[in-house]
Nanobody, 120 residues
Framework: QVQLVESGGDLVQPGESRRLSCAAS????????MGWFRQAPGKQREWVAG???????DYADSVEGRFTISRDNDKNTVYLLMNSLKPEDTAKYHC??????????????WGRGTQVTVSS
C-alpha cells in the first residue's frame, strides 16, 4: 500500500520560511520522481516543484528562487523549503510520486496534503 504523508504546514507571517516534509512508503522511493503541488480554495491544483530520481530539480515560475526541493533516499522523504513566503503561497500542499517528469499531467500517487497559511 502506497502512502505519502505530508507534514510541516502551519500559519506563518509574510517573509517567513517553512519546510514541508513528505514521507513515502510502499514504493521503491529512489526510482520515483517526487513533486509538490498546491491548491488554494476555489482554484485548480498547480504544480510547484519537482525533483527527479537523479535529483535534478525544476520549479514553477511563481516560486523559482524562493523554494527549494530536495530528497533523502535513505529516509524515503522529500522536502520543500519555502523562503520569503507570500500571502499568495497560501494553499494546501500535496506530495506526489511518479515515474515520469511531465509535471503538467496528473499522474502517480498523492498525499492528503498539509495546509500552509501565510498571513499577518
Amino acid at each position: 500500500q502506497v502512502q505519502l504523508v505530508e507534514s510541516g504546514g502551519d500559519l506563518v507571517q509574510p517573509g517567513e520560511s517553512r519546510r514541508l516534509s513528505c514521507a513515502a512508503s510502499g514504493i521503491l522511493f529512489k526510482i520515483y520522481s517526487m513533486g509538490w503541488f498546491r491548491q488554494a480554495p476555489g482554484k485548480q491544483r498547480e504544480w510547484v516543484a519537482g525533483i527527479s530520481a537523479e535529483s535534478s530539480t525544476d520549479y514553477a515560475d511563481s516560486v523559482e528562487g524562493r523554494f527549494t526541493i530536495s530528497r533523502d533516499n535513505d529516509k524515503n522523504t522529500v522536502y520543500l523549503l519555502m523562503n520569503s513566503l507570500k500571502p499568495e503561497d497560501t494553499a494546501k500542499y500535496h506530495c506526489n510520486a511518479r515515474l515520469n517528469e511531465d509535471w503538467s499531467r496528473e499522474s502517480g500517487f498523492w498525499g492528503r496534503g498539509t495546509q500552509v497559511t501565510v498571513s499577518s
